[in-house]
């Protein structure tokens, strides 16, 4: 047999409707159960190819799986005990900035007769490059979306340094000694990585942890409450401007 080459080729260069291959099972595998379509590679190669390509050139779905009865759309599996099934999202963009979408993973009922808001996407999750890849650095965040009367937009955020921003994206310059949530506009939550004695944890408002420094997000009065070393302090301060560096008073301590 050929050693390159394709074994099968099928082209319909011309079809504006139909399928150029379908394979149907009438029966409905109520009593069958095998594949209907079966590709098998037996030659255990270790190479990188895939099993089978598909290539879409134009505008359009590459792959429809239409299911009309109870089941699974698309299974994974992987018949190694140290490996599970596996779906790669890839971007095969040369060339990886910020902003650049690596993969993602759409939710939607396009079929809804109610139509408008009804079809358009509810919910997402995507992998977004938040810095210029290189031999050094491949920084990705992770968001999610979610929609009420719209599109679904960005509600959570988990960036490459694992700090979380829920309905606010992560600051972009925060201490590295802490983990970082920020809730909504000015809402914080930090505490610091190391898990030894005499650590801090910090509930803030309208405050950022930048390097050593505590700014403000907002122009606006802050506060503030620690916990470190079995003590208790609550602090406030004046309003400042934003991103100008936070002066605390500590009018209570426990």
């Known amino acids: 047999a050929a050693s390159t080459g394709d074994a ?21 595998l109520s009593s069958h159960s095998g594949p209907v379509v079966e590709i098998i590679n037996d030659n255990n190669a270790t190479g990188t ?10 505008d359009g779905n590459g792959i429809d799986i239409d299911m009309s009865r109870s089941g699974i759309g ?11 099934g596996t779906i790669y999202l890839q971007n095969d963009d040369t060339t990886i900035v910020s ?32 810095d210029t890849f290189a031999a050094d650095n491949n920084s990705t965040a992770l968001a999610f979306y979610t929609g009420a009367s719209e599109a679904a937009t960005e509600k959570m955020r988990i960036d490459s340094a694992g700090n ?14 802490f983990v970082h949530l920020q809730i909504g ?24 942890l930048e390097a050593s ?9 802050s506060s503030r409450y620690l916990q470190a070393n079995g003590v208790h302090t609550f602090q406030t301060a004046a309003s400042g401007s934003a991103g100008a560096t936070i002066t605390y008073t500590a009018p209570f301590i426990i």
Do not use: C
């Not at 698309?74 to 599970?84: P, T």
């Not at 420094?213 to 009065?221: A, C, P």
């Open 99 to 130: 902003t650049n979408v690596l993969g993602s993973i759409s939710f939607n009922a396009p079929l809804e007769a109610s139509g408008t808001d009804a079809i358009l996407v509810g919910a997402k999750i995507a992998a977004i490059a938040t």
């Open 164 to 177: 979380v921003g829920i309905g606010a994206t992560p600051g972009t310059s925060l201490n590295t000694n």
């Open 185 to 208: 506009g000015l809402g914080g939550i930090k505490t610091e990585t190391a898990a030894t004695a005499n650590r801090t944890l910090v509930i803030s408002q309208n405050e950022y």
């Open 8 to 28: 099968m080729t099928i082209t319909a260069n011309n079809l504006t409707t139909g399928s150029a291959l379908s394979v149907i099972s009438n029966n409905g």
């Open 74 to 84: 698309l299974r994974v599996h992987y018949d190694v005990a140290a490996r599970g």
């Open 49 to 58: 190819a895939p099993l089978m390509a598909l290539r879409q050139d134009d």
């Open 213 to 221: 420094d505590s700014k403000y997000i907002v122009t606006d009065q």
